[in-house]
């Protein structure tokens, strides 16, 4: 089967289309801990941090910690935050311009935790001045935006890493891992939950692209994750059962939870359902049944201390209630897990890829609960063209395609125009070093 992250980048078709660079198909990238390489001194990385809100602050500490990368500079709107930050972390400069983190000559790498309406110029910014880039998801909001953006780095030639921070946390790798050493055989099911321990206020709701897009792309993410494949199509539904102020906001704007089924090759399916609420705290779980057995997670608590009484037996204390606490060990890791890389120059582990095929698959979630009817991810691809790998737009419900375009109907076409990252170009061109060495 061809990947369909393969299939997704630099959708570039004017006139007749030829590639970019041999194809190679995208399979989902283990993720591992910590492991630098501390062989031989080299000089340290020198990041910047552009915003220093609750997730800037997390991925600042984890950064200090690790080893042979150091934070120079920090910014936020706010200057008095990065200036807090700075002197928290001992970073000597702060600002409150991104773009004089961006465009800092001392400056090697950024991470990118602003507002998610930045992130895409930001990256591109990046990019545009050979910084390899961390950014948490999205990368865009917006489909040909988000293509835009990862092209932008792999024609640069810099890295980009995306925050997809379950793919970190310790309970959802040992699942990962029991898939991979077939400790429960063949994998036929997957099942997900998200379940906020309340909802957020109307304002928030209002203009953040829907449950599937602010909320189950994390779960849907996952599912694929631990599939270790490519996804094939997506039937979601979606209601309002607790708070009824938000019905009257457009399409999944007005849900509070949703359910959705996933079909993968080999007749795996996985479900997912999310609820804004959860009156007994924080629930995040993930099973997976497989031919000789079944895996399965539990929520994370702050202690394990359980009380035992006549009316109730069971842990003390409720699980945690905040997603900073619930996850902030996986938030840690992936920074370090990007640091790796960049010390090291070695694949990273979360790509641009990864999180192009997240908001593609809640896309076509939030198409399948609008039209009622399972909605295949090749529909959702099949809406981007891209006059340059660069410059893509959006052409859903257009009848008038630009002259010597015609849509690619087949996803199993597009990894003909595909436009490698900066580590496949290096697996690449070690290949042709080889095959040169050999054939002369």
């Excluded at 080999?266 to 804004?276: F, P």
């Excluded at 993930?286 to 000789?292: D, I, M, Y």
């Excluded at 009380?307 to 037996?313: A, M, S």
């Amino acid at each position: 089967m061809v990947r369909l992250g393969s299939a997704l980048i630099a959708i570039f078709a004017v006139g007749s289309a030829s590639a970019f660079a041999p194809a190679s198909q995208h399979a989902v990238r283990s993720t591992h801990v910590l492991q630098m390489t501390t062989t031989e001194a080299k000089d340290p990385v020198k990041v910047g941090v552009i915003g220093c809100g609750r997730i800037g602050i997390v991925h600042l500490g984890a950064i200090n910690k690790a080893p042979g990368v150091v934070p120079i500079v920090v910014s936020n709107p706010t200057v008095s935050k990065a200036e807090d930050a700075a002197k928290k972390f001992g970073v000597a400069k702060f600002t409150s311009d991104a773009m004089e983190v961006i465009t800092d000559p001392d400056v090697d790498a950024v991470w990118i935790c602003s507002p998610s309406q930045f992130h895409a110029d930001q990256i591109k910014a990046c990019a545009a001045n050979g910084k390899h880039v961390f950014c948490e998801k999205p990368i865009a909001t917006d489909l040909a935006e988000t293509v835009e953006a990862i092209n932008a780095c792999n024609e640069a030639g810099v890295k980009l890493m995306i925050g997809l921070q379950r793919r970190f946390d310790p309970n959802f790798l040992r699942v990962r891992r029991a898939i991979e050493e077939k400790e429960v055989g063949d994998t036929i099911i997957i099942k997900t939950c998200s379940r906020d321990p309340s909802p957020p206020p109307y304002e928030y709701v209002k203009g953040g692209g829907g449950i599937f897009n602010d909320m189950a792309v994390h779960d849907l993410d996952m599912t694929r994750f631990l599939a270790g494949d490519d996804p094939i199509e997506i039937l979601a539904v979606g209601s309002c059962h607790i708070d009824k102020s938000i019905e009257d906001l457009p399409g999944s704007e007005a849900f509070d939870t949703a359910s959705c089924i996933v079909r993968y090759p080999n007749g795996v399916s996985a479900m997912v359902d999310v609820c804004r609420q959860s009156s007994y705290g924080y629930d995040q779980r993930a099973e997976v049944l497989g031919t000789s057995g079944m895996i399965a997670t539990d929520n994370v608590y702050p202690n394990t201390a359980k009380i035992y009484k006549n009316d109730y037996t069971g842990n003390a204390d409720m699980p945690f209630d905040f997603f900073l606490s619930r996850y902030f060990e996986a938030y840690v890791t992936e920074t370090e897990a990007f640091c790796e890389s960049l010390v090291n120059d070695s694949a990273v582990p979360c790509t641009g890829i990864d999180g192009l095929v997240a908001l593609v698959m809640s896309l076509a979630a939030d198409k399948s609960a609008a039209e009622g009817r399972w909605v295949k991810f090749s529909e959702i691809i099949g809406e981007v063209y891209c006059s340059s790998p660069t410059e893509c737009s959006l052409i859903a419900n257009d009848d008038m395609f630009p002259e010597g375009f015609k849509p690619v109907g087949d996803i199993n076409n597009l990894d003909k125009i595909v436009l490698p990252d900066v580590d496949q170009k290096k697996e690449e061109s070690f290949s042709d070093k080889l095959k040169s060495m050999i054939w002369g």
